[in-house]
């Protein structure tokens, strides 16, 4: 997996840790299930609890999904970052990673309305084929 200073090579600085929370919070809100402690079900990472119907698309097929600037969140353990950037960076970096485990990103727009999703666990098969799913209030 890469290291933050290999991350920070591709998507730039990350957020500072309090404009981090306060997104991430909102983020959340938006496209994840609420956290029910006593249940499992509600557990892991946010790729596996969005909320509302999630389309699965290979990369080369998304069109109509370009925010400039968008967000960009990488969940890792105990290393997440949020960094600002746009669409193609983050489209750069999925096409030239090696084989090999990597964390999840998420690319989603400023306002909040869609997300994009690679939940890392493909490394550099092909096609590339993401998760897009739109926010539910």
């Known amino acids: 997996m890469l290291d933050d200073d290999q991350f920070s090579n591709i998507f730039g600085l990350s957020l500072p840790l309090d404009e981090t929370k306060i997104v991430l919070e909102k983020f959340k809100n938006k496209f994840r299930k609420e956290f029910i402690k006593k249940d499992i079900s509600t557990h892991g990472l946010i790729w596996s609890n969005f909320k509302g119907a999630v389309n699965w698309v290979k990369l080369d097929e998304i069109k109509d999904f370009d ?3 968008c967000y960009v969140y990488i969940e890792a353990r105990k290393r997440s970052k949020l960094y600002t950037r746009n669409f193609l960076k983050f489209r750069e970096y999925l096409l030239n ?3 090999g485990r990597y964390p999840a990103i998420y690319v989603f727009d400023i306002n909040m309305v ?6 890392g666990e493909n490394g550099s098969l092909s096609p590339i084929v993401l998760m897009r799913v739109v926010a539910k209030d």
Do not use: G, K, L, Y
């Open 114 to 119: 869609e997300c994009i999703c690679d939940t």
């Open 97 to 99: 990673r090696d084989d």
């Open 67 to 69: 925010p400039d600037p």
